[in-house]
């Protein structure tokens, strides 16, 4: 027998319109999906300060940044993971397919609804890696250094973002008759669609779970302990090889029971489109790993050593 999902709502409270003379400001609803990514990013910021501020993981070497710069980093995450996501999520997933194009055609101004739903993690990754090259360039910090310690952080925010997911009811998995499938069909989950359940009556594999599982806290340990046990801060690149192959591995195994995206069902192979963008995220992650072990420890970053 199928579980029934939760019946949870998608959004936690509503902030009341604010009513300024004949002018109203909201409502502003609060969803699960936004506080995914506020407290993954704070936890996330917190948790990177407390890697520069232990010094016995950068074997007496200065760590590669200090905290009053992983501050000012924050804001620029931020916007990599929101822009980037957002416009990976139109070029990946919406540009291929004729009816999304037209549908953007007859409302350009989709684009910018995010609220909407509509984010890709691989076009979030994109845009943190940009964040990281601006920032890293402009405070004269090491690239990789610096993406081993955003590395270090990133499964605290995927985990709470495919517990989102799950409380949304939305990327859910294939039809499954394995004693905890569910049914993703709950009174908000057909009120937020129009009155449907567009996964179905089917059972289906709780995905979103086994994601925020393996991609958010098993590579969030297997992480930390390459940066707690196996020295891997003072290899530079190493923690940012590791965490693409992590992620990459995980999710393409995951693909094989998450449903694909809606127009992408067919692809080659039996591929699918997180198989397709996480395979080059393995390549390049081994090489990272290849490259930061062939060379030296790094030492105290150098005044004049380039970015």
């Excluded at 004693?179 to 937020?192: D, K, L, Q």
């Excluded at 094989?256 to 069902?265: I, L, S, T, W, Y």
């Amino acid at each position: 027998m199928a579980l029934s999902f939760p019946n949870i709502r998608p959004d936690i409270f509503t902030i009341p319109a604010l009513h300024v003379g004949s002018f109203t400001l909201g409502p502003f609803p609060i969803r699960w999906y936004a506080m995914a990514y506020i407290v993954g990013i704070l936890l996330g910021w917190r948790y990177a300060v407390s890697l520069v501020k232990t010094p016995k993981l950068w074997g007496g070497a200065a760590p590669t940044a200090t905290p009053l710069q992983l501050d000012d980093l924050v804001l620029w995450l931020t916007l990599g993971v929101i822009v980037g996501g957002r416009t990976g999520y139109i070029l990946f997933y919406m540009l291929p397919l004729a009816s999304a194009r037209a549908s953007l055609a007859a409302d350009p101004l989709e684009l910018f609804r995010v609220w909407h739903g509509g984010m890709s993690f691989h076009g979030g990754a994109i845009g943190v890696a940009l964040a990281i090259f601006l920032f890293g360039r402009t405070q004269k910090i090491p690239l990789l250094g610096l993406g081993d310690i955003v590395a270090a952080c990133a499964p605290i925010g995927l985990m709470f973002g495919r517990l989102a997911n799950f409380i949304n009811g939305e990327l859910w998995g294939r039809v499954s008759h394995v004693p905890w499938a569910m049914v993703f069909c709950s009174p908000h989950i057909a009120t937020y669609a129009d009155g449907t359940c567009v996964a179905g009556p089917l059972p289906r594999h709780p995905s979103q779970l086994y994601e925020a599982a393996l991609e958010g806290l098993v590579l969030f340990l297997i992480l930390r302990a390459a940066t707690h046990m196996g020295g891997w801060l003072r290899r530079r690149g190493s923690v940012v090889g590791l965490f693409l192959v992590g992620y990459g591995a995980f999710r393409i195994s995951l693909e094989n029971v998450r449903m694909p995206d809606e127009g992408f069902q067919h692809l080659p192979l039996g591929l699918t489109m997180g198989m397709m963008l996480s395979t080059p995220m393995v390549l390049v992650g081994l090489w990272l790993i290849w490259r930061a072990f062939k060379g030296p420890l790094a030492t105290a970053p150098d005044a004049h050593e380039p970015a």
